[in-house]
């Protein structure tokens, strides 16, 4: 079944090029600082303590890798990045692969052609400084506020997917409480095309949909709604059962299984305060309140952080304890947590307040914050976005803009601007 996925773990060389820095006008300058030795670390264990610890600047990072076995004519090879800090240029054997502009989110590209038996990437990351705290370049959030987490690396790791002729790329899901649990789920085939294909949505093991659609090198879009009669409402934990279910969208063609997607959803009606002062239950209204936990969850870990929340909950009864979480991964562990634990989770975008009123930086901050929404948005637990990770100082424009398209795109929570 595909993808099958290969993962470059193991041992990575890194290099510091320069000691970087963004000037008042957005432009990446170098320094002239002095550099940290190269070295050799094993990811995906993020370096702390290493030669790298609190380095910010430019990085090399290189790892060789024999090529899978040999690919069968509808195969293809694809190079994905888990999540890069921050401005990321790939190489293949000194061959360009692209470039990628974020600290969150994967990011990938196809070596198909590019592939020998043996091959050496090359990820080469930039980390400035921000010359002036007042007018950030970059969408780092609650990395560049709590400074827990090293900067500028590849903690995550990439890995190696032989994908088939055809696969699902950017697949979203949204559920919501209607009478019968409904289910929506768009994102892009890609793949040759001419090819006969179809699309499966299973809930529960239960066939919702099927739906037939076409495929593109670029991306062929599609949508799929449909809707199961009986399904358990989530809830939050001390009110009721936080009830998830398996959810797979499965791609066929050529007699055969060529992609397949998996998540837990849940379904909630989108009865929220806007403001989030409170939280609306069959009771009625139930005063809110937010704690953060990005500093527990960084030095406790997932579980102890989404275990604190609980106990929190529990010790302020007759309120709803919500935890504030800052940009992250998409597959983070805390999330599937708390959709088990009937945790409440508001999820910050990338942003810290107090950036340049660049329209690049506009436009860069609306589609991470949409990739965001993207890939967290069937989590039950999360019942709102918020545009700022902090309280600093807004910038209107990128606030308004990055609203608009995350509610356009998740009308079912509130995205709040404070």
């Not at 009864?317 to 945790?343: E, F, K, N, Q, T």
Request: hydrophobic letters at 45%.
């Amino acid at each position: 079944m595909y993808p099958h996925r290969i993962r470059l773990r193991g041992p990575w060389e890194f290099e510091p090029l320069a000691a970087t820095r963004i000037d008042a006008t957005g432009r990446i300058i170098e320094t002239g600082a002095r550099l940290p030795a190269a070295g050799r670390i094993m990811l995906p264990v993020p370096p702390r303590g290493s030669t790298l610890d609190g380095f910010r600047g430019r990085v090399r990072w290189r790892r060789s890798f024999h090529a899978p076995r040999t690919l069968e004519p509808h195969e293809r090879l694809w190079l994905v990045v888990d999540a890069a800090d921050y401005f990321a240029q790939a190489r293949l054997d000194g061959a360009p692969l692209g470039r990628h502009e974020g600290c969150f989110e994967p990011f990938e590209f196809e070596i198909t052609p590019l592939v020998r038996r043996r091959n050496e990437l090359a990820l080469e990351l930039d980390c400035p400084r921000e010359a002036d705290p007042a007018r950030k370049r970059m969408l780092r959030g609650t990395r560049e506020t709590l400074a827990l987490d090293w900067s500028g690396g590849l903690g995550r790791g990439a890995a190696l997917e032989v994908r088939s002729v055809a696969f699902l790329r950017g697949v979203s899901i949204r559920t919501r409480l209607d009478g019968a649990g409904r289910v929506t789920v768009w994102g892009q085939v890609v793949g040759e095309p001419g090819m006969r294909l179809t699309l499966e949505l299973t809930l529960a093991g239960e066939a919702l949909a099927t739906h037939a659609v076409e495929a593109a090198p670029e991306g062929v879009p599609f949508r799929i709604e449909s809707a199961r009669a009986s399904v358990r409402s989530w809830r939050a934990a001390g009110s009721g059962e936080a009830a998830v279910y398996p959810l797979r969208v499965e791609l066929y063609g050529m007699a055969e299984t060529l992609d397949v997607v998996e998540r837990s959803v849940g379904f909630r009606a989108p009865r929220f305060d806007p403001a989030l002062a409170a939280v609306i239950g069959d009771a009625g209204p139930v005063p809110a309140l937010v704690r953060d936990i990005d500093a527990l969850e960084f030095r406790e870990g997932p579980e102890a952080a989404v275990a604190q929340i609980g106990a929190a909950a529990a010790a302020h009864a007759g309120h709803a304890v919500i935890a504030s979480l800052g940009a992250r991964a998409a597959d983070a562990p805390i999330y599937a947590l708390a959709d088990r634990a009937g945790v409440l989770l508001q999820q910050d975008m990338p942003l810290a307040g107090g950036y340049a009123t660049l329209p690049a930086l506009r436009d860069e901050a609306v589609r991470q914050a949409c990739a965001m929404v993207a890939q967290l948005g069937h989590h039950p637990s999360i019942i709102a976005w918020c545009c700022h990770a902090d309280s600093c100082g807004e910038n209107d424009e990128l606030d308004q803009a990055v609203r608009a398209a995350v509610t356009d795109l998740d009308p079912t929570r509130p995205c709040l601007v404070r």
